[in-house]
Nanobody, 127 residues
């Protein structure tokens, strides 16, 4: 069982920055790749980024590449999503999630394949 608690959402101006945090607890955390997803009203939940606990593997959706940075702190069991240069299209509820990786660096872009989820937090980008 893995528990995920998110923090750091809120309102940010276009072109500003915001950092999301996701604190994980439970057994065998190193067996999971941590992902970030988002869901805007009327849209499906979409993949944003993922990171392995070693930090050696990171993955991004094309829509956020170069603007968002995902990282992990294995000593504190926390993953981060740094949102920079956001635009109003980035407004959504953001979720962190855990994917059981059957080999190092394995991940998925499908929300259905993630086993555990944080509570989600609204991020609103004002223009």
């Amino acid at each position: 069982q893995v528990q995920l608690v998110e923090s750091g959402g809120g309102l940010v101006q276009a072109g500003g920055s915001l950092r999301r945090s996701c604190a994980a607890s439970g057994r065998s955390l190193s067996a999971y790749t941590m992902g970030w997803f988002r869901q805007a009203p009327g849209h499906k939940r979409e993949f944003v980024a993922a990171v392995s606990w070693s930090g050696r593997s990171t993955y991004y959706a094309d829509s956020v590449k170069g603007r968002f940075t995902v990282s992990g702190d294995s000593a504190n069991n926390t993953v981060y999503l740094l949102i920079t240069s956001p635009n109003p299209e980035d407004t959504a509820v953001y979720y962190c999630a855990a994917y059981q990786a059957y080999y190092p660096g394995a991940y998925s872009r499908s929300a259905a394949e993630y086993d555990y989820w944080g509570q989600g937090t609204q991020v609103t980008v004002s223009s």
